[in-house]
């Protein structure tokens, strides 16, 4: 099995969508392992993000990253990582099917940066750096 980590970004604690989004990870069978609500810092926003320095949406990402509080989840499950992308939807909500989360849930708000409700890692390699930096301990 493999486990992933999945962000609700600060629209989706905002808009209250936290438990929606845990009810469906687990209505997909994949097994909560650990769940923090927690305010980023820059320099974890810096170390998760580093894929991204010098792009143009980067300084509203991470500056949207810090507008509140995120949940922070692990989840584990065969196929987790690829599973919970495809529950996610693509990365912009306008485009993203329904009944995926940004499908259902996410939309366009015309600002500098997607808010789209949800972070998944996008490899095992990702996955293994990512749980990492937002769970030391586990
Ligand atoms: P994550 O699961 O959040 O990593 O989304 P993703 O893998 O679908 O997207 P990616 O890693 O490419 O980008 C990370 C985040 O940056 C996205 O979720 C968006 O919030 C934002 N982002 C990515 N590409 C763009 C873009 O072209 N324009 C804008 N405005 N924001 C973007
Ligand atoms: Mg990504």
Same mark, same amino acid.
């Given at each position: 099995?493999?486990?992933?980590?999945?962000?609700?970004? +600060?629209?989706?604690? #905002?808009? !209250?969508?936290?438990?929606?989004?845990?009810? #469906? $990870? =687990?209505?997909?069978?994949?097994?909560?392992?650990?769940? =923090?609500?927690?305010?980023?810092?820059d320099?974890?926003l810096?170390?998760?993000?580093a894929?991204? =320095?010098?792009?143009? %949406?980067?300084?509203p990402?991470?500056? %949207?990253? #810090?507008? !509140? +509080?995120?949940?922070?989840?692990?989840?584990?499950?065969?196929?987790?990582? +690829?599973g @919970?992308?495809s529950l996610?939807?693509?990365?912009?909500?306008?485009?993203?099917?329904?009944?995926?989360?940004? !499908?259902?849930? !996410? #939309?366009? &708000?015309?600002?500098k940066?997607?808010?789209n409700?949800v972070h998944?890692?996008?490899?095992?390699e990702?996955?293994?750096?990512? $749980?990492?930096? &937002? @769970? +030391?301990?586990?």
């Amino acid at each position: 099995v493999s486990r992933t980590l999945v962000l609700v970004k +600060p629209d989706g604690v #905002r808009r !209250g969508l936290s438990g929606e989004i845990l009810r #469906r $990870i =687990e209505a997909k069978g994949y097994t909560l392992v650990a769940v =923090e609500l927690t305010h980023a810092t820059d320099e974890l926003l810096a170390q998760h993000y580093a894929e991204h =320095e010098g792009k143009p %949406f980067y300084a509203p990402l991470v500056e %949207f990253m #810090r507008s !509140g +509080p995120v949940l922070a989840v692990v989840a584990e499950g065969q196929g987790v990582i +690829p599973g @919970f992308r495809s529950l996610a939807g693509a990365t912009d909500p306008t485009a993203a099917a329904p009944g995926t989360i940004r !499908g259902d849930l !996410g #939309r366009d &708000w015309g600002l500098k940066v997607q808010q789209n409700l949800v972070h998944g890692s996008d490899s095992e390699e990702s996955a293994a750096r990512e $749980i990492g930096l &937002w @769970f +030391p301990n586990l």
